[in-house]
Nanobody, 122 residues
Framework: VQLVESGGGSVPTGGSLRLSCVGS????????IGWFRQAPGKGREGVSCIAGTSDRSTKYRESVEGRFAISYDSAKNTVYLQMNSLTPEDTAVYYCAAGWGFSLVDIPYKYWGQGTEVTVSS
């Protein structure tokens, strides 16, 4: 099983990025997929997740609600995180993870990617 994130980079405040998480050796149809981030010197926190159920429900942490959007393309076995109106507080390494829990807590997630770095300058 491998999860590979991409799409990170450096943008100014107010900019946008779209992160991608591609799964190989795993069928995302059967898992909840979460996006997490870890800023320098801070703990890992859940950003957004999409359920493994057919309705594909979504959750967001409060600070990104209305700015970020998670989506899933089953044909590509890829989950996206569209990030708009970025602020320096969004600077972090972003990770995707697959598991059986529809949660912004990392405990239910079994498979993790290596991360992609996002830097937002003021």
């Amino acid at each position: 099983v491998q999860l590979v994130e991409s799409g990170g980079g450096s943008v100014p405040t107010g900019g946008s990025l779209r992160l991608s998480c591609v799964g190989s050796g795993i069928n995302f149809d059967e898992y909840a997929i979460g996006w997490f981030r870890q800023a320098p010197g801070k703990g890992r926190e859940g950003v957004s997740c999409i359920a493994g159920t057919s309705d594909r429900s979504t959750k967001y942490r409060e600070s990104v609600e209305g700015r970020f959007a998670i989506s899933y393309d089953s044909a590509k076995n890829t989950v996206y995180l569209q990030m708009n109106s970025l602020t320096p507080e969004d600077t972090a390494v972003y990770y995707c993870a697959a598991g059986w829990g529809f949660s912004l807590v990392d405990i239910p997630y079994k498979y993790w990617g290596q991360g992609t770095e996002v830097t937002v300058s003021s």
